[in-house]
């Protein structure tokens, strides 16, 4: 059984909205930062947002920030992010991760150590 579980992803025109969910086992929800990072072809992976799931703590990438939402919903165990105003830029496959020893929660690759699959976003002009 995997932890960490994306779902959401699919092809849309600029301008139009998404909505991701990162489904996570009660382990690796509580009380830990779940982040979102995202990987187009021949590109680094990107971190984009992340929250901590106990005290509520968000903080987001330059290039997404007034464009995606991230939030939680701790009945479902569930990170979701949120999509607003797509752009072709914004294509790739999206990630979601834990990191279980920080507190203040970054968007900092090397911190997250468990990751889903992935779910594919894809953005045409």
């Known amino acids: 059984q995997e932890d960490l ?17 990162c489904a996570a086992s009660d382990y690796t929800y509580r009380g830990n930062c779940i982040g979102w990072f995202r990987q187009a072809p021949g590109k680094e992976r990107e971190g ?10 968000t903080k987001y990438a330059d290039s997404v920030k007034g464009r995606f939402t991230i939030s939680r919903d ?8 949120q ?33 889903g ?3 594919q976003v894809t953005v045409s002009s």
């Open 5 to 21: 579980v994306e779902s959401g992803g699919g092809s849309v025109q600029a301008g139009r909205s998404l909505m991701l969910s």
């Open 48 to 57: 984009i947002a992340s929250i901590h799931t106990g005290a509520g703590a």
């Open 74 to 81: 701790t009945w479902k165990n569930t990170v979701l992010l």
């Open 83 to 115: 999509m607003n105003n797509l752009q072709p830029e914004d294509s790739g496959m999206y990630y979601c991760a834990v990191d279980r020893r920080s507190v203040r929660c970054s968007i900092s690759e090397h911190l997250y150590n468990a990751w």
């Open 117 to 119: 699959p992935g779910t």
